[in-house]
């Protein structure tokens, strides 16, 4: 934030005081001005707190996840942006504020199959960073199972426990 005063002729100070907004994207990723400036008591914001130029709210990103707007605290607050990545309340602040990007986690489908079979064994929709059991195992009369791959030619194997979903597999 930056204090400018100004002399009126009549003699008259009037100190302008235009507090900064600082995006944060929670684990995500930011595109944009970190910063910008915002008119008090409207949805319009600038790229310095002299107001000379119009700026655009940050976008924020994040793998596996849907961006559900900036808040005033990490968790509760204020929901200042929404999704589609405008402001939904004007700003009456006063002081210096962070906003926090929140974050949904998108489902994800994960199809099990045996190797010798084209259709699916089972199909599970976990959220993304989600912790998730393996299926039963498989039985085949005079085979073992030997395990679960993320791969077609079963290079990589695992089979038991939980794993921790990373996307579509």
Do not use: H
Request: aromatic share 14%; net charge negative.
């Amino acid at each position: 934030s930056e204090n400018y005063t100004f002399t009126q002729p009549s003699g008259i100070t009037v100190d302008i005081y235009r507090p900064a907004i600082t995006f944060n994207a929670n684990t995500g990723s930011l595109s944009g001005t970190a910063t910008i400036y915002p008119e008090y008591g409207t949805k319009t914001f600038n790229t310095d707190s002299m107001g000379s130029t119009i700026a655009t709210i940050p976008t924020s990103t994040k793998e596996g996840y849907t961006f559900a707007g900036y808040y005033t605290a990490t968790t509760n607050g204020t929901q200042m942006v929404n999704a589609s990545n405008a402001l939904v309340n004007n700003f009456t602040g006063t002081t210096n504020a962070t906003w926090y990007a929140r974050w949904n986690a998108n489902d994800q489908t994960i199809t099990y199959y045996s190797t010798s079979a084209t259709t699916a064994y089972k199909t599970v929709t976990v959220k993304y960073d989600a912790s998730y059991s393996m299926p039963d195992t498989p039985t085949k009369t005079g085979f073992n199972f030997v395990g679960w791959s993320t791969t077609a030619d079963n290079t990589a194997e695992w089979t038991t426990g939980n794993q921790t979903c990373q996307g579509n597999k």
